[in-house]
């Protein structure tokens, strides 16, 4: 079975400065997707970055992007310039490639405090 | 606003109850999920439906079910409440073949059980 670990409970940052999240899955298949959603104060999941298993390239979204290393099964998520609305929870998610079946399997979340 | 609608948006009942949360997906999407986000935990995923049918089960208890309507909305049944079912119930959709894209969340219900 697929899984997802997210090994930082907590993180700050200054507003401004760069942070990392890592994220680290588990997988014998070979095509799949991985995901970035940020969970505010407010609770609604909120689509950040996707990543597909077959493109080499880090993905970028404006401030967002990610460290993606298939063979180390890694995919880590920067966001540069932080802002005081970044603060949230983040989870990295993974769902198997194809089909109509397949669910997305959360990791248990980095909380982010972005400091003024 | 996402386009998946969850109602109601919050929920307090005492233990041994049955309660019904609805959910409606994003227009066009088939696909709708559930996931239970207990206090500061991850979100667990309970079932999936496509279409009308079953297409996936995950962790979720006997005392639990769920099903998709012809119009494709959505119902999930919690039977013989007991405290640790207090959660955020979240529902979620997606297209037929575009799970690339990731899924679309409602705003959750927040079930609090006394």
């Known amino acids: 079975a697929q899984t997802v670990t997210q090994s930082q409970p907590e993180m700050s940052v200054q507003e401004a400065e760069t942070v990392t999240l890592s994220c680290t899955y588990d997988?014998?298949?070979?095509?799949?997707?991985l995901f970035w959603y940020k969970q505010p104060p407010s609770r609604q999941m909120i689509l950040v970055i996707r990543q597909e298993a077959y493109k080499q390239q880090n993905a970028t979204e404006n401030r967002f992007s990610v460290n993606f290393q298939k063979a180390a099964k890694s995919f880590s998520l920067k966001i540069s310039d932080s802002q005081l609305g970044d603060t949230a929870m983040y989870f990295c998610a993974f769902r198997n490639y194809g089909g109509s079946q397949g669910n997305l399997i959360f990791g248990k979340g980095t909380k982010l405090s972005v400091k003024p | 606003d996402s386009g998946v609608t969850q109602t109601p948006k919050h929920l307090i009942t005492a233990t041994g109850q049955r309660v019904t949360l609805r959910c409606s997906p994003r227009?066009?999407?088939?696909?709708v999920y559930w996931y239970q986000q207990s206090l500061d935990q991850g979100l667990q995923f309970l079932i999936q439906y496509y279409n009308g049918e079953e297409r996936a089960k995950g962790n979720i208890l006997e005392r639990f079910s769920a099903q998709q309507f012809p119009d494709l909305h959505s119902e999930l049944n919690l039977s013989s409440l007991e405290l640790g079912d207090s959660a955020l119930y979240f529902c979620?959709?997606?297209?037929?073949?575009?799970?690339?894209?990731?899924?679309?969340f409602g705003s959750g219900t927040r079930l609090t059980v006394v």
């Open positions: 227009s066009g999407d088939l696909s």
């Open positions: 979620a959709s997606s297209k037929a073949g575009a799970g690339g894209y990731g899924y679309t």
């Open positions: 997988t014998s298949e070979n095509n799949y997707y």
